[in-house]
């Protein structure tokens, strides 16, 4: 079965534009969880989306926001964006949680902010 | 709260010596724990977990993992290291009190010496 699909996999923008992700889980999984990788911090939690409702969110400004659709794909939008932004940004999807079954990741959006 | 520690964010071995990756977690209550692995440029792999079945968990690659309660530990051993397993790993840890979701360690990268 097709895996994690995410799109754009490389992105440059200017500071202060905005930016949208988006993931494509697994057919059939609702739980979609995104993260911020970068080398000084580690793995960050953005939020967590199940069957279109944000169940889970981290601790990050509301420049960050996400959402999913009704057949479990999902997209997160960063405004005015932030040299700070720049990161490895993941897309994690599991059949009904990511702690609870397996989260079966995306090869990741690689965002630089210039 | 939730914590997980991975000590050492780097460790290094020769190619064919056993590989040992530590991690603690913080939490009283036996958490679900995962290992995952990710190679330059990729999203996570689940290596293997624990879910309050056997102690000694073995995953893909010839890892496995042994549950220790009393120390709280979940360490990640391979008896012969491979070129190939020069990565980053990540610990991680989930219960129901946190709605499953992945508590995330720092990482560790392993560096093979030929």
């Known amino acids: 079965k097709a895996g994690v699909t995410q799109t754009p996999r490389y992105l440059i923008k200017t500071r202060g534009q905005q930016v949208t992700l988006s993931c494509s889980p697994i057919s059939g999984h609702r739980s979609v969880s995104w993260y911020q990788q970068t080398p000084g911090q580690g793995l960050q939690f953005l939020f967590e989306y199940f069957s279109e409702t944000q169940r889970n969110k981290g601790n990050f400004p509301g420049r960050f926001s996400g959402r999913q659709f009704s057949n479990s794909r999902s997209e997160m939008n960063v405004s005015t964006l932030e040299l700070g932004d720049s990161a490895l940004y993941l897309c994690a999807s599991s059949l009904v949680s990511p702690g609870g079954t397996e989260a079966f990741f995306g090869q990741g959006t690689r965002l630089t902010v210039v | 709260a939730q914590s997980v520690t991975q000590l050492g964010s780097h460790v290094s071995v020769s190619e064919g010596a056993l590989v040992l990756l530590r991690c603690n977690y913080s939490?009283?209550?036996?958490?679900?724990l995962f290992w995952y692995v990710q190679y330059p440029n990729q999203g996570l792999q689940l290596l293997l977990k624990?879910?309050?079945?056997a102690t000694l968990v073995k995953g893909i690659n010839g890892f496995e993992a042994e549950f220790k309660k009393s120390e709280t530990s979940f360490h990640l051993t391979k008896p012969s290291a491979h070129m190939s397993d020069a990565a980053e790993y990540f610990c991680a840890v989930s219960e129901v009190d946190s709605n499953y979701q992945l508590i995330w360690g720092a990482g560790t990268k392993l560096i093979i010496k030929p």
């Open positions: 624990y879910t309050s079945a």
């Open positions: 939490s009283s209550v036996p958490p679900y």
